[in-house]
Antibody
Framework: QVQLQESGPGLVKPSGTLSLTCAVF?????????WSWVRQSPGTGLEWIGE???????NYNPSLKSRVTMSVDKSNNQFSLKLTSVTAADTAVYYC???????????WGQGTLVSVSS | EIVLTQSPATLSLSPGARATLSCRAS??????LAWHQQKPGQAPRLLIY???HRATGVPDRFSGSGSGTEFTLTISSLEPEDFAIYYC????????FGPGTKVEIK
């Protein structure tokens, strides 16, 4: 049973960069799965941010594409998210998750709250 | 972009009752729809995928049906731990989640 754990700063200043890492336990990031980020805020519900494969291939939500970068660290079995030029609207609980097949999100991490405030 | 609509927004039922939740897609998704359950303070959990297949460890009181644009999640007899928010989810170019149905204790 794969488990995922998010880590990173809980507070980011406006116009700064949000950086999060997701460690994968009980499975390999080199497996035939894509790895995803999803965020949740009261105002926008569950919002998919993007996904990445261990090769580095990625897909991003068009609404966030200009600000998002994802990467994979195979040596440490983890993947990362960077979101630039953040505003208060980016305040949310951020989840990492595994993609089942190509259609579904499963094996969610516990989530980490990131607040954007000065 | 596919838009998902869930109804009702809130369902107030007693333990032991049958719950029927609906999800409608703005365009056909064939049978490629999932249901997730989220309890307060917890991450979502995948319950159903491919419209009707239960994920590992999901009790058989949960069942899904539908295809095209109309889908249903049924909980045959509500247990205390089933009171939660349920989201439907599809994937076209992006993953999309519905706004959720809250199942609360009556």
């Amino acid at each position: 049973q794969v488990q995922l754990q998010e880590s990173g700063p809980g507070l980011v200043k406006p116009s700064g960069t949000l950086s999060l890492t997701c460690a994968v336990f009980g499975g390999s990031i080199r497996s035939d799965n894509w790895w995803s980020w999803v965020r949740q805020s009261p105002g926008t519900g569950l919002e998919w941010i993007g996904e990445i494969y261990h090769s580095g291939n990625h897909n991003y939500n068009p609404s966030l594409k200009s600000r998002v970068t994802m990467s994979v660290d195979k040596s440490n079995n983890q993947f990362s998210l960077k979101l630039t030029s953040v505003t208060a609207a980016d305040t949310a609980v951020y989840y990492c998750a595994r993609v089942l097949g190509r259609y579904y999100v499963d094996s969610w991490g516990q989530g980490t709250l990131v607040s954007v405030s000065s | 972009e596919i838009v998902l609509t869930q109804s009702p927004a809130t369902l107030s039922l007693s333990p032991g009752a049958r719950a029927t939740l609906s999800c409608r897609a703005s365009q056909s998704v064939s049978f490629y729809l999932a249901w997730h359950q989220q309890k307060p303070g917890q991450a979502p959990r995948l319950l159903i995928y491919d419209s009707s297949h239960r994920a590992t460890g999901v009790p058989d009181r949960f069942s899904g049906s539908g295809s095209g644009t109309e889908f249903t999640l049924t909980i045959s007899s509500l247990e205390p731990e089933d009171f939660a928010i349920y989201y439907c989810q599809v994937r076209a170019d992006s993953f999309t989640f519905g706004p959720g149905t809250k199942v609360e204790i009556k």
